[in-house]
């Protein structure tokens, strides 16, 4: 009876330790969200003592625009990055499609048919990054940053340097589009935002996509569909990035060779900023909208006060870096407690088996002295 209640005891320390570990990390999330809401209040605050007319409304439609963009690709890397990979060919894609769709809407294909094929080559070529990096099994960063460079030079060789003129008037009614009164990337972005974040957070899809951000190993182990879901969430980044270029596009009725240089660094550095963890497996919709928040109101704000536009640039690699070395730490924290915890777990049970033995001792001995 005593080893059966040490018993007891032991999975009921084990179960409390996970349900501190679950615990910790809701809050360190919650801390964090917070974090960056106040960011955002005191950075809008501060621009809006230098520059009263920053708090119109015209001027947040215009700063939501420009962000917009941004914020579309940020939640197909958002997923992406926790299940554990990456994709740095982001700005290339994004100028791909832009120029792609400016390139067929002038050579006279419907305005539909124009952006749906843009849209359609950068999930093919997010879905090829996702087979090369599984096949191969190296790093997406290696992988994906030789297919930055060559995209690039695709749409160079595409444009000869130049940017697509001539396109239809036709072209713009997509991405000029105001639904509600609200710019259409802009509302385009209000409706994916919440339909990742369920998708990711209440789905039997977005579960699987943490566990193999976690682990994959152990996720192949349990039967999870790991390469189907891997290759998906490529196609779903590529498929965002695109979307978000042909928006562009339309909405400039033409495109740029340069669209998308460096466009990644704004979105990896929102998507980390926003909680998710470099190494996968953690993370979520909500940090993400607010990274991209703050980091679109400091580019605004910059220009707004007169500020330098380079100063932008030293900012946001100066975030991103921060951002990293807190994931980091945070990680280290959260192993190191996990790591105690499993310590503490072991001593428990070391504790229950000494307890069952002495009882099975005694209570041989008592036999033994009947007999």
Same mark, same amino acid.
């Given at each position: ?26 809050? $360190? ?45 940020? @939640? ?8 554990? =990979? &990456? ?14 769709? #400016?390139? $067929? ?13 843009? &849209?359609?080559?950068? #999930? ?23 297919? $930055? ?6 749409? =160079? ?29 802009? !509302? ?10 369920? &998708? ?21 182990? @349990?039967? @999870? ?58 993370? #979520? ?8 928040? $703050? ?11 007169? &500020? ?9 690699? !100066? ?53």
């Amino acid at each position: 009876m005593e080893g059966e209640n040490s018993a007891l005891g032991g999975e009921a320390s084990s179960l409390v330790g996970n349900l501190q570990t679950l615990a910790r990390t809701a809050v $360190l999330k919650q801390m964090r969200n917070v974090s960056l809401l106040m960011a955002v209040v005191i950075a809008v605050t501060i621009v809006s003592a230098q520059r009263p007319s920053y708090l119109s409304y015209n001027n947040f439609l215009i700063v939501g625009l420009q962000m917009s963009f941004v914020a579309i690709a940020a @939640l197909g890397t958002t997923a992406l990055i926790i299940s554990g =990979y &990456i994709d740095l060919s982001i700005g290339s894609m994004f100028g791909l499609a832009a120029v792609v769709s #400016g390139l $067929l809407a002038r050579d006279g294909w419907p305005t539909v048919l124009a952006i749906l094929a843009a &849209i359609a080559v950068t #999930g093919a070529i997010g879905f090829l990054n996702g087979l090369v990096v599984w096949r191969i099994s190296i790093s997406p960063i290696i992988i994906t940053l030789g297919s $930055l460079t060559l995209i690039r030079g695709v749409v =160079y060789l595409l444009t000869h340097g130049f940017a697509i003129t001539g396109v239809p008037d036709s072209f713009g009614v997509f991405g000029r589009a105001k639904p509600l009164g609200v710019p259409m990337p802009v !509302a385009l972005f209000v409706v994916l935002a919440p339909v990742t974040a369920f &998708i990711l957070s209440r789905t039997t899809v977005g579960r699987y996509i943490f566990a193999i951000g976690g682990n994959k190993e152990a996720s192949q182990a @349990l039967g @999870l569909p790991v390469r189907r879901l891997v290759l998906g969430t490529f196609l779903v980044n590529g498929l965002l990035v695109g979307l978000s270029a042909v928006l562009a596009s339309s909405r400039f009725v033409g495109a740029d060779p340069n669209f998308g240089v460096g466009m990644e660094l704004d979105v990896i550095t929102a998507v980390i900023l926003g909680g998710v963890a470099f190494s996968g497996g953690e993370g #979520g919709i909500g940090g993400v909208v607010l990274a991209v928040v $703050l980091l679109g109101v400091i580019n605004s704000g910059i220009i707004s006060m007169g &500020i330098d536009p380079y100063y932008a640039n030293i900012v946001k690699g !100066a975030v991103l870096i921060i951002a990293v070395a807190v994931d980091q730490l945070v990680h280290e924290q959260r192993e190191r407690y996990q790591r105690n915890m499993a310590m503490r777990e072991q001593r428990e049970e070391d504790r229950t088996t000494d307890t069952v033995g002495q009882s099975l001792s005694t209570a041989s001995a008592v036999e033994a002295a009947r007999e």
